[in-house]
């Protein structure tokens, strides 16, 4: 048995991050960790997604440039080697999950290897290879156990119907995918997998894709997904497979009953947190639909045990996980901390890419505030015209009393880039006049956060 001040549960960025944050502040601290360090987000999720999303985009590039190219660059023929695409995402992910273990160290965190079982509050026995068991007591328990995909009843995740984790270390393309849900990972993933040559078409239930987010935003990555050649099936039912095996059978509006074929069926619609299967049932917390509840300190119904990141609900993104981690090593460290961020930023990282911060202007007004909005388009931006991405645009969103800016959104390519300035500016409590007096460089996409400003306030330069 082994007794420590705060023992983490999962050593994703929730878990992580407060692990590093804890042993910097020289509290005693045990991590445990069934798999590998870094959970989802680094070793099947945001990393080597994007890094998916880049080969991909980067081999759709040269497929154009061989059909000839208004930039007088030509190629022939290109060709992928799936299997060096995938060994470089994961000798990324190596790098990334090394060096966290390295910082863990560093920072005096000790590492159990193992999983967890919860007795109680303060007890946790680990299951460690070989077939003995640890025993950890601790004063602090912070659970960081994360998400896990949801499978649809009918039609459970094996052989050809596959989740994100499958699909981002192909072993080979299927000649078709069909991919449920147009929300985050099904149109990353679905239009990289396009991208790489893959016929794609994608299932989504409600009558648009990307349904968090407004028309506007998503207007753009639709136009796209047509370029692209996706098959889109809006306010569609899946069935579950033809009975051959070689086709998803969807349902549409009108009872109308399709066959589409498939080779593979990524399913992604949704994640829930995984609060089962490790004994949490057993400390009875209070819940908050099927996440742990928390309050403003991520404390949950019982003293002392604390819970971070996808286990506490949406939003589902690792730097918010990272942000609670970070907090709540502090409070046990005896800082004076509460978790009261101005927004948390959102990234899709489609082609193109969207990014939001705050309040979208219908949110605004749900939330009884008077705003006034304007957008600044990237038709009239110089920078991403060179770029060959003059489709999107950026939007602020800011109150007609005092113009303290509220929210910010983004569709464009690189946009990604541009949630630094919106979280900053929101943070800062930032006012529309504040942002157009900064001096953006040019050429910059920047410089359409400046105009955005600029024109909420009745002068934009270039529009
Ligand atoms: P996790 O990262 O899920 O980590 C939990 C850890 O706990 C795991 O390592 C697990 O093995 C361990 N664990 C669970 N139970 C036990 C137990 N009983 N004993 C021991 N260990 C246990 N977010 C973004 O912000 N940006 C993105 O671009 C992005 N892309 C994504 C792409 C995909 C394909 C997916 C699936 C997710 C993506 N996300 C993204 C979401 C992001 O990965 C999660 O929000 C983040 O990983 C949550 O962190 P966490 O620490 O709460 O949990
Ligand atoms: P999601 O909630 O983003 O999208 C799920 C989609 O599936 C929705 O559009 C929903 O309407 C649809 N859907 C649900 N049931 C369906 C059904 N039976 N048939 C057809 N469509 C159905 O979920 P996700 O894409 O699985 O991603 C899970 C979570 O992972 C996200 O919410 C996000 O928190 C995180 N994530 C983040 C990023 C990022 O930050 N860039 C990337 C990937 C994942």
Known sequence: METTKLLIVGAGPGGYVAAIRAGQLGVPTVLVEAADVGGTCLNIGCIPSKALIHAADEFHKLAQYAAGSPLGISAQSPAINLATTVGWKDDIVKKLTGGVAALLKKNGVQLVQGQAHIVDGKTVDVALAGGKTQRIVCEHLLLATGSEPVALPFMPFGGPVISSTEALSPSKLPGRLAVVGAGYIGLELGMAYRKLGVEVDIIEAQDRILPAYDAALSRPVLASLKRLGVGLYLSTAVQGMSDDGKALRVRDKQDKVTDLPADQVLVAVGRRPRTVGYGLESLMLDMNGSALRIDDQCATSMRNVWAIGDLTGEPMLAHRAMAQ??????????????????AVPAVCFTDPEIATAGLAPQEAQAAGLDCLDAMFPFAANGRAMTLESADGFVRVVARRDNHLIVGWQAVGRGVSELAAAFSQSLEMGATLEDVAGTIHAHPSL?????????RALGHALHV
Do not use: F, K
């Open 325 to 342: 981690g970070e907090m709540v090593a502090e409070i046990i460290a005896g800082h004076r901390r509460r978790y009261a961020p101005a």
């Open 446 to 454: 920047g410089e359409a956060v400046q105009e955005a400003a600029l």
